[in-house]
Every structure is written in C-alpha cells, then in structure tokens.
C-alpha cells in the first residue's frame, strides 16, 4: 500500500511537472515565432532577412527605403559567391533593406518579378523606379556592388 502510495505521487508529480515544462516550452517558441515575425516584418538593419511571405513584394511595391533583393537558390554557385557580399554589404549600409529571396521557396515573388536566371538582384527606389541586374557581372567583387549602391542612395 505504501509503495503504491509512493509511486501514485511521483507519477502525480512528474505529470504536473511534465505540464509546466510543456507550457513553459510552449510559451517560449511562440514568444520565438513572434519575434522571428517583427525581424521578417520590419527587417533587421545590417542584416540580410530571409523572405518568408510570398506575397510581400511586387513590382509595384512601395518601399519607404532602397531596398535590394536577391533572387537565388541554394544550388546556384553564382549565388553562393554573392552571398557574402551580399552579407557584407548590409552591414556597411544599415539604412538600405536587404532581402534574400529563394526563388525555389518563393515562386510566387520570383514570378512576378519575371526571374528567369538566378542571381537576379532587384534595386527598389522609394520613388518607384528599380533597377535589374542579371547574373553578377555588375555586382562583384564587392567595391563594385558598394559603388553600385552608393549610386542609388
């Protein structure tokens, strides 16, 4: 009887526990998750947000600030030697928005931009205008992406 007693209370503690640790967890990831969504949202200045909405940006988007986008995929080489620069360049211009965009995960968005070789770098003008730049030609090393940049501030 006793033993029972004594195992029926463990059980009872580590169930009440169990809950605890579940709710802490629970409220945690979406304390997470909210935070993660005002990063994507607002962007973080100096760094490069990964598009997570497919629907954020249009050509006709209204951006309040330059913003660069970065058409890419995970298997393209070209892509991955922009990337860096890519990284770097949001960090030496924290006033300008720098989205990396997977044209794999974001059809919709590279659709609508009329991505039709990866990278394609977008440049969106708070006066409307955008500029296109296919390929990374124009945009390497990163002097010449930094020049490219300061051109359009």
Do not use: H
Not at 70 to 96: M, S
């Amino acid at each position: 009887m006793k033993k029972t007693f004594i195992m029926a209370a463990v059980a009872a503690l580590m169930v009440a526990c169990g809950g605890n640790a579940d709710t802490r967890k629970a409220e945690q990831d979406a304390a997470a998750q909210d935070a993660a969504a005002t990063e994507t949202a607002i962007g973080m200045e100096g760094s490069v947000e990964d598009l997570t909405d497919d629907n954020a940006f249009r050509p006709d988007t209204k951006v309040d600030r330059l913003t660069v986008l970065d058409f890419n995929a995970t298997w393209c080489g070209p892509c991955r030697q922009l990337t860096p620069v890519f990284e770097q360049a949001a960090k030496a211009f924290p006033q300008v928005r720098f989205v990396s965009i997977d044209v794999d995960r974001n059809g919709a968005t590279a659709q609508a931009f009329a991505v039709e070789a990866v990278p394609t770098v977008v440049i969106l003008k708070p006066d409307g205008t955008a500029e296109r730049y296919v390929g990374t030609e124009d945009l390497l090393p990163y002097d010449a992406f930094a020049a490219l940049l300061k051109t359009n501030l």
